[in-house]
């Protein structure tokens, strides 16, 4: 029986194809500037994201604090949701490594930031104060894509304010194809915008930092002081080359498996399954009381990893097909 893991899109493997390009790659040695593989994953990111460079980092944390450290210093602020993986999910790594101020607030129910309370939030130019310097948003939240027209009245108030902004765009793609709307007009109201390889575009190590040549130039300078430069990592960089050209478009299945899965639940006696919030890769089930803390186990033995929460958060990616789905509602109307 094969497992069916649903705990995260991060826990795909490399399929053949994506093995063979990696073993294959032309590698040198990246910090001296010398892997053309690298070099094209940047340029092919930055393409894609209609920014003028880019960097290859080690992990989407690595690369929200990269932003973090070229857009503001010590001393700066800046103003992030209370929920965001920025603020709540990086173990504090701005603050930590860079003396830079989170001045977090609630998300709103659909993942958009309240704009009058982040304009009352922005500081005075006053010595008794941080200095406010970055706005940063995030989509995907929980799955849910950023309604259209939030990034530009995000970045009307900062040009208002002479704020940075910055995307944390892990599963950027998941809300393009979602919305239906090229990736390039998600990413443009961004100074800078960050993407992860590694979720559900299914490559195994890797994100890339975009944003102005100038930016990037700054950001791969902090990128080495965080300990992130690499080397022959041509290696890694040929995977995320090959899923950000194989693995884009066919999220539309990710987001089908999820809307039947959600379907699926949705049917089960005491389940409940806010469909709203079933827009990409991600579903969240409310479980009844009786059977919360048992499921997990109980679906294990049937070969189905999932992580305990109420609601509990169900993943979808590049390794769940529709028959696992069905195996998996099957097990939930089993154990229900
Ligand atoms: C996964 C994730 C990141 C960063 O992830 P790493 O595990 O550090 O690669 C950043 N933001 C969001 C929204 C994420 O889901």
Wanted: include cysteine.
């Amino acid at each position: 029986m094969s497992l069916i893991d649903l705990r995260s899109d991060t826990v795909t493997r490399p399929g053949p194809e994506m093995r063979r390009v990696m073993a294959e790659a032309e590698v040198g040695d990246d910090v001296f500037r010398d892997d053309p593989t690298v070099d094209r994953l940047e340029n092919l990111a930055a393409g894609m994201l209609g920014k003028e460079a880019g960097l290859f980092v080690a992990s989407g944390t690595q690369s929200n604090l990269c932003a973090l450290l070229t857009h503001c210093g010590r001393g700066d602020e800046y103003i992030v949701g209370q929920q965001a993986h920025t603020y709540i999910h990086e173990g504090g790594g701005g603050a930590a490594l860079g003396g830079i101020q989170p001045q977090p607030l609630d998300l709103e129910a659909d993942g958009t930031l309240n704009l009058q309370k982040v304009e009352s939030l922005i500081k005075p130019d006053d010595y008794h104060y941080a200095r406010t310097r970055l706005l940063c948003l995030e989509n995907t939240t929980n799955g849910r894509v950023l309604p259209g027209g939030h990034a530009e009245e995000a970045r009307a108030l900062v040009d208002r304010h002479g704020l940075s902004l910055h995307l944390d765009g892990a599963r950027l793609f998941n809300a393009a194809v979602r919305a239906d709307r090229p990736v390039t007009e998600l990413a443009a109201p961004f100074d800078s915008v960050s993407i992860c390889l590694s979720k559900g575009l299914g490559a195994p190590v890797g994100s890339v930092l975009t944003g102005s040549a100038d930016f990037i130039v700054e950001a791969r300078r902090w990128r080495k002081v965080v300990g992130g430069g690499m080397r022959q990592s041509g290696l890694l960089a040929a995977a995320g080359i090959h899923a950000l050209e194989h693995h884009v478009e066919r999220l539309v299945d990710d987001h089908a498996n999820a809307r039947r899965l959600a379907e699926g639940l949705a049917r089960e006696e005491g389940c409940e399954v806010d469909m709203e919030l079933v827009q990409t890769n991600m579903v969240y089930v409310r479980l009844p009381e009786e059977k919360r803390d048992e499921l997990p186990g109980r679906l294990k033995e049937r070969g189905i990893l999932v992580y305990p929460g109420n609601p509990m958060r169900l993943v979808t990616h590049l390794d769940v097909s529709p028959a696992d789905i069905e195996r998996v509602v099957e097990a939930f109307t089993g154990i229900l």
